[in-house]
C-alpha cells in the first residue's frame, strides 16, 4: 500500500522528526518502548531519545533536554511523571514541536485538580500553536509510515501489516482490542489513535484527516463523548463521498457507564438518544460492541460490489439450513426464490432425497462428490433473484476435498460478482476459504449478523444527504420580549405564521369574548388558561374540554381566572379553541442541544407520555422519507396502516410536520431553545394534522460555528 498524505495533521499522523522525552533502555517501560517500536517498525525519520541520565538509548544518541536537539521536531512523545510533564510542554512549545503527544496520567480523569493542570498545558501549546494527544493517551500509530508513537503491547504480541483500516479511540486498551482482534483475522490496520483525554486534539479531528487517506476504506471510532461533533459531521460527508463506512462504538450509555467514562477519560457524556440521532444522520454505524464490529469488518471491506439481502442458503447439514431460515427471517434478510431453471439444475446434481429448494440441504452428495457444491452454484449463478450465498460446512473433515470446494466457491464469487459468505466450525475447514480471500465466519447467526448490519449501513450511506437539497436558512426570529416562554396564545400565533396547521382558537379576555368566540365557532370548545408562566396546564387543573353550552363556557372561563390567581401568575387571558378530533394524538417536540444543535422528537403523544414514551428523534435536515423510516421504528408503527378495517392514518401530514418543526428550529439558529406540540391530533389518510397545544422557549444559546451543518 502506499502511504499517503492525510487531510492535515501532518505533524501528528506523518512526523518526519520524533522527540521521544523520558526515553528509555527498557524495551518494556511507557519511555522504551516508543524508541524500540520507531526503530523496528520501519520509522525513516529522525528520532531523538532525551534523558538528562543517559548518552545512549537503545543505541541511539540521548540528549539532555528538548533544547539541546539540533532541531525542532515535528512530533515529541512525553513519557515523564507529575510535574516534569508540565516543563516538558513548555520546553516543547519553546522548541517549536508542533504535537505533543502526552502519554501520560493523573490530569482530568483525576477530578478538578488535574482538569486545571490540563488546561494550563493546553494554554501553553496554543500560544505557541502546538497541538496535544492526551494527556493520558496511549499514544498515535501509522503502520504506513512506521511512525509508532504508542506505547501498547499489542504491537508485539500481534504484529502489524499496513492495510485499508483506521482505529481512532479515546480509549488505548480499546484502540488495541480492535487492533489485536483485527489482526488475529488477518484484516491489515494503518492507523492506531488513542486522543485519552482530548484536551486538545480529539478523535473528531483526527478522523478528519484520516478519512482523505484514499488509501482508508474503513473508520472504526470509539469515542465517550463527541467533542467538536460538527467536525464529525465534516469527516463523516467526506466518508461518505469517497464510500468509506465509518462505524463507532460510543459508550456510556448508562448511567453507570456514565460515571465510569467520567473517571475514565474525564469525558462529559453526552445525551445518549441524542447521540443516536446525530450518528444516523450521519450515517454512521452505531456498534454495540467490539465483537460485532470485528465480525463484520471482512464483509465491509470484501472486493466485490456491495452485498444484497437476498441470499441462499446451501449446505451439508438440514439442520444448519433450518437455523440459517430461522435468522434470516428474524432480520428481516430473504431467502430467494430460485427460478424453475435453477432448481432443474440443482436437482440433477443431488441425489433424489436432496433438496433443491432454498435453503438448499446436500445431506451426504457433498461426501462423495465434492465438485456438487460447484454445480449448485452453477446452477444459481444466472439467477437474478440470488445477491448472496451462504455456505454452511458445519460438518467437513477426512474424505472432503475442501480445496476443490474452495477453489469452486472461489471462482464462483469471481466469475459471478456475487457476495459469498462461508462458515465452518473448525479453523482447519475455514483455511482454504480465507487463504483465497473469501469471507468466513463459524456460525450462521454472525454470518447473517453481519450481513444485516453492512447491509442496513451501506444502504444507509446511499440515501441522498439531505444536506445536498439544502440552500441557506432564512434566519427565523422569535417576536421580541423579555420572558423565557411564549404563552400558548403566542405560540400557536407564530407556528399560524409559519404555515403549521393549528387549532381554531381565540384569546379571550372577559367571559363576554369567550361566549361569543363559543358562539362563532358553533361547536364544542375547549378552554383554556393561558399565561407564559403555565407550562402544564392540565397539572393544575385549567384545562376544561368539550364546553358545550354558554354556562359551560362561563365556568370554564372564571374557573381559569380563578386558578392563575391563585398560582399568582400573570394572566394573559383564557383561550377558547374548537374541539378537534383525530384518529390518534402524537406529540412533536424540538430542542436546541448545546452540542448537536436542533433535535426534533416525533412519537405517540396524550398525557401518558412521559410514563409510556414512544418516540424517535431525528436531526434536521432531514426529508420525509427519513421521518417516515424513523416512526416505522415506533411501538405503534402497526397502526398506521389501519387495524380491524380501519382506514390508513395521515402519516404523510406527520412527517411533513416534522420536517417542517426541523426547519423552524435549524432556521432559529439558536434563538429557539425548544418547542413542544402536544397533542398533535392526526386523522386518516388525506385529511392531515393538527396542533393543538403548543409551547415554545426562547433560546439562550446563540448561533455556533461549531455546531454540525447541515
Given at each position: 500500500?502506499?502511504?499517503?498524505?492525510?487531510?492535515?495533521?501532518?505533524?501528528?499522523?506523518?512526523?518526519?522528526?520524533?522527540?521521544?522525552?523520558?526515553?528509555?533502555?527498557?524495551?518494556?517501560?511507557?519511555?522504551?518502548?516508543?524508541?524500540?517500536?520507531?526503530?523496528?517498525?520501519?520509522?525513516?525519520?529522525?528520532?531523538?531519545?532525551?534523558?538528562?541520565?543517559?548518552?545512549?538509548?537503545?543505541?541511539?544518541?540521548?540528549?539532555?533536554?528538548?533544547?539541546?536537539?539540533?532541531?525542532?521536531?515535528?512530533?515529541?512523545?512525553?513519557?515523564?511523571?507529575?510535574?516534569?510533564?508540565?516543563?516538558?510542554?513548555?520546553?516543547?512549545?519553546?522548541?517549536?514541536?508542533?504535537?505533543?503527544?502526552?502519554?501520560?496520567?493523573?490530569?482530568?480523569?483525576?477530578?478538578?485538580?488535574?482538569?486545571?493542570?490540563?488546561?494550563?498545558?493546553?494554554?501553553?501549546?496554543?500560544?505557541?500553536?502546538?497541538?496535544?494527544?492526551?494527556?493520558?493517551?496511549?499514544?498515535?500509530?501509522?503502520?504506513?509510515?512506521?511512525?509508532?508513537?504508542?506505547?501498547?503491547?499489542?504491537?508485539?504480541?500481534?504484529?502489524?501489516?499496513?492495510?485499508?483500516?483506521?482505529?481512532?479511540?479515546?480509549?488505548?486498551?480499546?484502540?488495541?482490542?480492535?487492533?489485536?482482534?483485527?489482526?488475529?483475522?488477518?484484516?491489515?490496520?494503518?492507523?492506531?489513535?488513542?486522543?485519552?483525554?482530548?484536551?486538545?486534539?480529539?478523535?473528531?479531528?483526527?478522523?478528519?484527516?484520516?478519512?482523505?487517506?484514499?488509501?482508508?476504506?474503513?473508520?472504526?471510532?470509539?469515542?465517550?463523548?463527541?467533542?467538536?461533533?460538527?467536525?464529525?459531521?465534516?469527516?463523516?460527508?467526506?466518508?461518505?463521498?469517497?464510500?468509506?463506512?465509518?462505524?463507532?462504538?460510543?459508550?456510556?450509555?448508562?448511567?453507570?457507564?456514565?460515571?465510569?467514562?467520567?473517571?475514565?477519560?474525564?469525558?462529559?457524556?453526552?445525551?445518549?438518544?441524542?447521540?443516536?440521532?446525530?450518528?444516523?444522520?450521519?450515517?454512521?454505524?452505531?456498534?454495540?460492541?467490539?465483537?460485532?464490529?470485528?465480525?463484520?469488518?471482512?464483509?465491509?471491506?470484501?472486493?466485490?460490489?456491495?452485498?444484497?439481502?437476498?441470499?441462499?442458503?446451501?449446505?451439508?447439514?438440514?439442520?444448519?439450513?433450518?437455523?440459517?431460515?430461522?435468522?434470516?427471517?428474524?432480520?428481516?434478510?430473504?431467502?430467494?426464490?430460485?427460478?424453475?431453471?435453477?432448481?432443474?439444475?440443482?436437482?440433477?446434481?443431488?441425489?433424489?432425497?436432496?433438496?433443491?429448494?432454498?435453503?438448499?440441504?446436500?445431506?451426504?452428495?457433498?461426501?462423495?462428490?465434492?465438485?456438487?457444491?460447484?454445480?449448485?452454484?452453477?446452477?444459481?449463478?444466472?439467477?437474478?433473484?440470488?445477491?448472496?450465498?451462504?455456505?454452511?460446512?458445519?460438518?467437513?473433515?477426512?474424505?472432503?476435498?475442501?480445496?476443490?470446494?474452495a477453489a469452486d466457491v472461489a471462482a464462483f464469487e469471481a466469475r459471478a460478482g456475487k457476495t459469498v459468505i462461508v462458515t465452518a466450525t473448525l479453523p482447519s475447514i475455514l483455511e482454504p476459504f480465507r487463504a483465497r480471500g473469501l469471507v468466513s465466519f463459524t456460525t450462521e447467526r454472525q454470518a447473517l449478523i453481519a450481513l444485516d448490519q453492512v447491509t442496513r449501513h451501506l444502504r444507509l450511506m446511499r440515501d441522498p444527504s439531505p444536506a445536498a437539497a439544502v440552500g441557506p436558512a432564512e434566519p427565523l426570529r422569535l417576536p421580541a420580549g423579555p420572558e423565557r416562554f411564549l404563552d400558548e396564545s403566542c405560540s400557536l400565533a407564530f407556528l399560524a405564521s409559519q404555515q403549521v396547521p393549528v387549532v381554531e382558537h381565540e384569546l379571550c379576555m372577559d367571559a363576554e369574548q369567550a361566549v361569543?368566540?363559543?358562539?362563532?365557532?358553533?361547536?364544542?370548545?375547549?378552554?383554556?388558561?393561558?399565561?407564559?408562566?403555565?407550562?402544564?396546564?392540565?397539572?393544575?387543573?385549567?384545562?376544561?374540554?368539550?364546553?358545550?353550552?354558554?354556562?359551560?363556557?362561563?365556568?370554564?372561563?372564571?374557573?381559569?381566572?380563578?386558578?392563575?390567581?391563585?398560582?399568582?401568575?400573570?394572566?394573559?387571558?383564557?383561550?377558547?379553541?374548537?374541539?378537534?378530533?383525530?384518529?390518534?394524538?402524537?406529540?412533536?417536540?424540538?430542542?436546541?442541544?448545546?452540542?448537536?444543535?436542533?433535535?426534533?422528537?416525533?412519537?405517540?403523544?396524550?398525557?401518558?407520555?412521559?410514563?409510556?414514551?414512544?418516540?424517535?428523534?431525528?436531526?434536521?435536515?432531514?426529508?420525509?422519507?427519513?421521518?417516515?423510516?424513523?416512526?416505522?421504528?415506533?411501538?405503534?408503527?402497526?397502526?398506521?396502516?389501519?387495524?380491524?378495517?380501519?382506514?390508513?392514518?395521515?402519516?404523510?401530514?406527520?412527517?411533513?410536520?416534522?420536517?417542517?418543526?426541523?426547519?423552524?428550529?435549524?432556521?432559529?439558529?439558536?434563538?429557539?431553545?425548544?418547542?413542544?406540540?402536544?397533542?398533535?391530533?392526526?386523522?386518516?389518510?388525506?385529511?392531515?394534522?393538527?396542533?393543538?397545544?403548543?409551547?415554545?422557549?426562547?433560546?439562550?444559546?446563540?448561533?455556533?460555528?461549531?455546531?454540525?451543518?447541515?
Amino acid at each position: 500500500m502506499t502511504c499517503n498524505k492525510t487531510g492535515g495533521l501532518a505533524s501528528a499522523l506523518s512526523p518526519s522528526s520524533i522527540a521521544i522525552v523520558g526515553a528509555s533502555n527498557d524495551r518494556n517501560k511507557v519511555g522504551g518502548r516508543p524508541v524500540d517500536y520507531l526503530r523496528r517498525f520501519g520509522y525513516r525519520g529522525k528520532i531523538y531519545p532525551v534523558n538528562p541520565g543517559r548518552e545512549t538509548v537503545q543505541g541511539l544518541r540521548c540528549y539532555p533536554s528538548i533544547a539541546a536537539l539540533p532541531e525542532a521536531p515535528q512530533m515529541a512523545i512525553i513519557a515523564v511523571a507529575g510535574e516534569a510533564v508540565a516543563e516538558s510542554v513548555r520546553d516543547c512549545a519553546t522548541k517549536g514541536v508542533g504535537t505533543a503527544v502526552i502519554l501520560s496520567s493523573g490530569f482530568a480523569e483525576t477530578g478538578a485538580r488535574g482538569l486545571e493542570l490540563q488546561d494550563e498545558l493546553v494554554q501553553v501549546a496554543a500560544r505557541a500553536g502546538m497541538r496535544l494527544v492526551g494527556p493520558n493517551s496511549q499514544g498515535l500509530a501509522n503502520f504506513c509510515t512506521g511512525a509508532v508513537a504508542n506505547f501498547s503491547t499489542m504491537f508485539t504480541q500481534v504484529p502489524p501489516e499496513d492495510g485499508p483500516v483506521a482505529i481512532v479511540s479515546q480509549s488505548g486498551a480499546t484502540s488495541a482490542a480492535l487492533y489485536s482482534f483485527l489482526r488475529e483475522r488477518g484484516v491489515g490496520v494503518r492507523y492506531v489513535l488513542a486522543t485519552g483525554n482530548e484536551a486538545d486534539l480529539s478523535v473528531p479531528e483526527l478522523t478528519l484527516s484520516v478519512v482523505q487517506d484514499p488509501e482508508v476504506r474503513l473508520v472504526v471510532l470509539y469515542m465517550e463523548s463527541i467533542r467538536n461533533p460538527g467536525l464529525l459531521a465534516e469527516a463523516a460527508a467526506i466518508a461518505r463521498a469517497r464510500g468509506v463506512p465509518m462505524l463507532a462504538l460510543k459508550a456510556g450509555r448508562s448511567p453507570g457507564g456514565t460515571a465510569a467514562a467520567r473517571s475514565h477519560t474525564g469525558a462529559l457524556v453526552n445525551d445518549d438518544a441524542v447521540v443516536d440521532a446525530f450518528l444516523e444522520r450521519h450515517a454512521i454505524w452505531r456498534a454495540p460492541d467490539v465483537a460485532s464490529i470485528v465480525l463484520a469488518t471482512e464483509l465491509y471491506l470484501a472486493p466485490r460490489a456491495a452485498p444484497g439481502r437476498r441470499l441462499v442458503v446451501i449446505s451439508n447439514s438440514g439442520s444448519s439450513c433450518v437455523m440459517s431460515a430461522d435468522v434470516a427471517d428474524e432480520l428481516g434478510l430473504e431467502l430467494a426464490t430460485l427460478s424453475p431453471q435453477a432448481r432443474a439444475k440443482i436437482g440433477e446434481s443431488l441425489a433424489s432425497f436432496a433438496t433443491s429448494a432454498n435453503p438448499i440441504d446436500l445431506t451426504t452428495a457433498l461426501l462423495g462428490n465434492s465438485g456438487c457444491i460447484g454445480e449448485v452454484l452453477e446452477a444459481v449463478e444466472e439467477d437474478p433473484q440470488v445477491e448472496v450465498v451462504l455456505v454452511s460446512l458445519p460438518v467437513a473433515g477426512e474424505g472432503y476435498d475442501l480445496e476443490r470446494i474452495a477453489a469452486d466457491v472461489a471462482a464462483f464469487e469471481a466469475r459471478a460478482g456475487k457476495t459469498v459468505i462461508v462458515t465452518a466450525t473448525l479453523p482447519s475447514i475455514l483455511e482454504p476459504f480465507r487463504a483465497r480471500g473469501l469471507v468466513s465466519f463459524t456460525t450462521e447467526r454472525q454470518a447473517l449478523i453481519a450481513l444485516d448490519q453492512v447491509t442496513r449501513h451501506l444502504r444507509l450511506m446511499r440515501d441522498p444527504s439531505p444536506a445536498a437539497a439544502v440552500g441557506p436558512a432564512e434566519p427565523l426570529r422569535l417576536p421580541a420580549g423579555p420572558e423565557r416562554f411564549l404563552d400558548e396564545s403566542c405560540s400557536l400565533a407564530f407556528l399560524a405564521s409559519q404555515q403549521v396547521p393549528v387549532v381554531e382558537h381565540e384569546l379571550c379576555m372577559d367571559a363576554e369574548q369567550a361566549v361569543a368566540a363559543w358562539r362563532r365557532f358553533d361547536s364544542p370548545v375547549a378552554v383554556k388558561a393561558c399565561s407564559e408562566e403555565l407550562l402544564h396546564k392540565s397539572e393544575h387543573g385549567l384545562v376544561f374540554l368539550d364546553c358545550r353550552t354558554e354556562g359551560e363556557v362561563r365556568k370554564a372561563w372564571e374557573a381559569c381566572v380563578r386558578g392563575m390567581e391563585k398560582l399568582e401568575i400573570p394572566a394573559r387571558g383564557v383561550i377558547v379553541a374548537r374541539m378537534a378530533r383525530g384518529r390518534r394524538e402524537f406529540a412533536i417536540g424540538a430542542r436546541f442541544d448545546k452540542d448537536f444543535g436542533p433535535v426534533i422528537m416525533i412519537g405517540d403523544g396524550g398525557k401518558y407520555i412521559e410514563a409510556l414514551p414512544d418516540f424517535c428523534l431525528l436531526v434536521p435536515p432531514f426529508t420525509l422519507r427519513d421521518a417516515r423510516r424513523a416512526l416505522q421504528r415506533l411501538r405503534v408503527a402497526p397502526l398506521f396502516a389501519g387495524v380491524r378495517g380501519e382506514p390508513p392514518m395521515d402519516l404523510n401530514a406527520l412527517c411533513e410536520l416534522g420536517v417542517r418543526v426541523g426547519e423552524l428550529m435549524r432556521r432559529a439558529e439558536g434563538s429557539v431553545a425548544s418547542i413542544d406540540l402536544n397533542p398533535v391530533l392526526l386523522g386518516s389518510e388525506g385529511e392531515g394534522a393538527l396542533v393543538v397545544d403548543a409551547l415554545i422557549e426562547r433560546g439562550p444559546f446563540p448561533y455556533s460555528d461549531s455546531l454540525p451543518g447541515p
